[in-house]
């Protein structure tokens, strides 16, 4: 198994562009999320999904957007990238999404917005 | 390499000494706690997890402790070894209608001097 990928591994944008950060996992897990993550600030949900065709916000969705329309795949789009947005975003998967499920992490996409 | 050990408190432990990590959380409801490792460049791993039931769960060279009195949480690390130096995330998973939502914490360095 390739457990979670993410592509691609960086990304530079200019304010105001769009870009799809592709997340995808090989593990039959029901439950997928993206997080960010800025120095000293730990990571911070931005959405999750229980299944396919089921998603939801976490704590910092705005200018974020997100589908699943496979079990394997869950893209996060950025529909017009603003400097806020420079981060290191990463995606997450369990099993089942319950409390005690473990989550498994992708190796991160570093994006700046210039 | 990441930028994510910028202004993160630092503890400086001798190889062989025991770690201890120690994390405060806020949510008195949230059901598990859990404890990651993250290595420069890489998306973080799950290390150890604790049911709010529970104070001690053991696995192999590692220790949760839960205090629930003080909202307190440690992870000791046994004969810590060069490469047990990483960010060590606490997180909580305060999730409502069954799923989980992780919230985590700032981290920790962890330096192995040799």
């Known amino acids: 198994n390739a457990g979670v990928t993410q592509t691609p591994k960086f990304q530079v944008l200019k304010t105001g562009q769009s870009m799809t950060l592709q997340c995808a996992q090989d593990m039959n897990h029901e439950y997928m999320s993206w997080y960010r993550q800025d120095p000293g600030m730990g990571l911070r949900l931005i959405h999750y999904?229980?299944?396919?065709?089921?998603?939801d916000q976490g704590e910092v969705p705005n200018g974020y957007n997100v589908s699943r329309s496979t079990t394997e795949d869950f893209p996060l789009r950025l529909l017009s990238a603003a400097p806020s947005q420079t981060s290191v975003y990463f995606c997450?998967?369990?099993?089942?999404?319950?409390?005690?499920?473990?989550?498994?992490f992708g190796p991160g996409t570093r994006l700046t917005v210039l | 390499g990441e930028s994510v050990g910028l202004h993160l408190p630092t503890l400086s432990v001798q190889e062989g000494d025991n770690s201890i990590i120690n994390c405060a959380y806020s949510?008195?409801?949230?059901?598990?706690f859990i404890w990651y490792k993250q290595e420069s460049g890489k998306g973080p791993q799950f290390i150890i997890d604790i049911r709010s039931n529970m104070d001690k769960r053991q696995g192999q060279r590692v220790t949760v402790l839960l205090n629930k009195t003080v909202k307190h949480l440690s992870l000791q690390i046994a004969a810590t070894q060069p490469g047990d130096s990483a960010v060590y995330f606490c997180?909580?998973?305060?999730?409502?209608?069954?799923?989980?939502?992780?919230?985590f914490g700032t981290g920790t360095k962890l330096q192995v001097i040799p």
């Open positions: 997180a909580e998973n305060g999730g409502t209608g069954g799923y989980q939502k992780v919230t």
């Open positions: 999904s229980v299944g396919a065709g089921i998603t």
């Open positions: 997450a998967s369990s099993y089942l999404g319950r409390p005690g499920d473990t989550q498994y």
């Open positions: 949510n008195s409801a949230s059901d598990y």
